[in-house]
């Protein structure tokens, strides 16, 4: 499929698949912050999976997509794919319990196998765009400069609002679980209690 | 310790930052390495069930 999508256009798709992600970790932080939730050691090992994620596209978007960066970002979601699902197998025979709330109906670390599914199904179908690595000097025709411009700006944001992202999910975890392993069942920050 | 796989990620992005592809690779390789050693520890952990 050579030729349907060109580099600046999967770079954009990079960027809007970074703030995807990243509205994915703001969600987990507001039920977390403003609800209480605190985050059980494998739904802070499925935040990561994300995080890892986050980092793929990046690289697509700073650099131009590459299959590495895509297979970076596949391996990140397999990764935490299996983290997901084993937390949801711990509760999969009915009666014994959830852990956290319920977002429409489903708990976060099911949303979470989902959204991994996605990004699998996603970064998949993007690979099937050979077009896109193609190096941009080679390319036709260039994209018009403030086009050019404001997508950069853009994607460059969304970089930036990932990194932020991975810091604020590692302070966090520092203040909960401190230097070690997270406690089986938290209750709340190791760091703030007295 | 959990959040080696996190600030080991924030290098990566900060290495994706100042250009350096291979670094940010590599650290995100090892935060991945990190992530898996993590989940084995924590695999089987009792949960605060809601019944």
């Known amino acids: 499929m050579i030729g349907l999508l060109n580099a600046p256009t999967a770079r954009l798709l990079n960027a809007l698949g ?18 209480g939730d605190i985050p059980c050691p494998l739904c802070i090992l499925q935040r990561a999976g994300f995080a890892g994620a986050s980092l793929g596209l990046a690289l697509n978007v700073k650099f131009g997509p ?18 997901s699902s084993r937390q949801i197998l711990l509760h999969i025979v009915p009666g014994t319990g959830t852990y ?31 077009g896109q690595f193609v190096r941009e000097e080679e390319a036709d025709a260039p994209a018009s400069g403030s086009a050019t411009s ?10 930036a609002l990932a990194a932020l992202l991975a810091l604020a999910n ?11 392993l997270c406690p089986d069942d938290p209750t709340g920050y190791l760091l703030l209690q007295n | ?11 990566a992005f900060l290495c994706v930052f100042s250009g350096q592809r291979g670094a ?10 990190g992530l898996a050693v993590l989940f084995r520890l924590h695999a089987t952990d009792a949960l605060n069930l809601v019944l």
Request: hydrophobic fraction near 65%.
């Open chain 2, 1 to 11: 310790m959990m959040s080696i796989p996190f600030f080991g990620i924030l290098a």
């Open chain 2, 24 to 33: 940010a690779l590599m650290l995100w390789a090892l935060s991945m390495v």
């Open chain 1, 150 to 159: 404001t997508a950069a700006t853009f994607s460059l944001a969304m970089v």
């Open chain 1, 18 to 35: 970074l703030l995807a992600v990243s509205l994915v970790l703001i969600v987990a932080f507001v039920d977390q912050i403003a609800f």
């Open chain 1, 170 to 180: 590692g302070t966090s975890t520092v203040l909960e679980c401190a230097g070690g």
């Open chain 1, 66 to 83: 590459r299959p590495s960066h895509y297979a970076v970002v596949i391996l990140s979601a397999f990764l935490g794919a299996c983290i």
């Open chain 1, 100 to 130: 956290g709330d319920a977002l429409m109906g489903l708990h976060f670390y099911t949303w979470a196998f989902i959204v991994y599914l996605a990004i699998i199904l996603g970064s998949a179908a993007m690979l099937l765009f050979d």
